[in-house]
């Protein structure tokens, strides 16, 4: 059985992009392919179990079915760590990682192991990942966002730790490369990790829309209250516009799938958002929805108009500033329903990572 483990030097660099985009590509050459997060630490009620996010994922879009409580056997729920430190346990918690690997791995050909966060993730609890690695007997693959030194600082710190623990890396792959500076990036990080002796396996284009939230997202991770639109909530957000400007400026900033956010009584802004229609269908406007905010409720007249346009309209008792930020600071993860985003990280890994290079170094 072959088997992979999917590290990053820090949090929100690809892991999951990359984990889905592999199961799905190797899904085309071996028959059973296997997934297992053993530490989860952003995690949802799933059978009355507190499972990964990332394991649901993988479960429902590739149709992988190892018994969801397996593919996530440790939750780091609220005071996890304080009740452990007050407490150790790591030979408990070793044990149900090996029996959960031991059934997941079960009659695969390949198993993709997805870490959390950077090698030290864990230690905390005795259960880096480094050490988690080294107790399944994987080989790494490590995740860096773009860029030139500072990708190359952390791999090489990330990749000490990995060797503290006789864990090999395979490789890396850089994700999340502008594309005006793709060629150079591409050029100098390839040159400068195998002047250390590390393979590059891949160097992945920024993808805005992997980024980009629903408006669903929002109003699950947020305390708004839905005023119409609720139908329209898989509504994708390209861009996030505060509205505290004139109307004619505004229209400036207004672009396809944009997010308005702006006091409940800005009855000017309303309309002109209502008015920006596209240029590809005269019949829709461009946002994609609004935030109202202040607790101040529309017109039922300007109401009407928003639930003719056929766009979600949350609205919340903070301020203009609080609710921008609290938008801007969501973890956007891709779910089970985001089928454009699927197909594109399915497709960015195809593209640019070199997968034959990695069967042949596991």
């Known amino acids: 059985m072959k088997k992979i483990f999917v590290a990053a030097t820090k949090q929100n660099d690809g892991k999951t992009t990359v ?13 059973r392919v296997g997934f297992i997060k053993p530490i989860g630490q952003r995690y949802l009620e799933e059978e009355g179990l507190k499972i990964d996010e990332d394991s649901i994922l993988i479960e429902e879009v590739c149709g992988i079915k ?21 407490n150790p346990g790591k030979k408990a918690i070793s044990q149900q990682i090996k029996d959960s690997f031991r059934r997941v791995s079960k009659k ?13 993730v864990g230690s905390v609890f005795d259960h880096s990942n480094a050490r988690v690695a080294k107790l399944l007997g994987t080989k790494v693959i490590i995740i860096s966002s773009g860029g030139v030194g500072r990708p190359i600082d952390e791999i090489m710190l990330n990749q000490a730790l990995f060797e503290k623990e006789g864990v090999k890396v395979l490789g890396v792959i850089i994700n999340k490369v502008l594309p005006a500076k793709f060629d150079k990036i591409n050029r100098l990080v390839r040159r400068g990790l195998e002047r250390k002796g590390v393979n590059v396996l891949g160097v992945l284009p920024y993808t ?23 139908e329209f909530l898989e509504h994708t957000c390209s861009a996030i516009i505060v509205g505290a400007m004139r109307p004619h400026d505004a229209l400036k900033y207004i672009v396809d799938d944009a997010l308005l956010i702006t006091p409940g009584d800005r009855k000017d802004l309303i309309i002109t958002a209502l008015k920006a229609v596209r240029e590809a269908d005269k019949e829709k406007v461009k946002i994609a929805g609004l935030v109202l905010t202040g607790g101040l409720m529309p017109s039922q007249g300007m109401m009407e108009m928003l639930t003719k346009a056929k766009i979600p309209v949350l609205l919340s008792k903070d301020d203009t500033y609080n609710v921008a930020f609290s938008i801007h600071d969501l973890t ?29 170094g596991i």
């Open 108 to 120: 695969q050909d390949l198993v993709i192991v997805e870490g959390t966060g950077h090698a030290g």
């Open 66 to 86: 190892c018994g969801l409580k397996d593919m996530n056997p440790i939750a780091v729920e609220k005071g996890f760590t304080e009740r452990y430190i007050a």
């Open 208 to 230: 805005p829309a992997l980024s980009w939230p629903t408006l669903e997202q929002i109003f699950e991770e947020t305390h708004f209250e839905i005023l119409c639109g609720k």
């Open 19 to 31: 984990s889905l985009g592999l199961i799905s590509n190797f899904q085309q050459k071996f028959k």
């Open 332 to 360: 956007v993860k891709i779910r089970p329903r985001d089928t454009s985003k699927i197909i594109t990280a399915v497709k960015l890994i195809k593209d640019n990572v070199d997968l034959k290079k990695i069967l042949k």
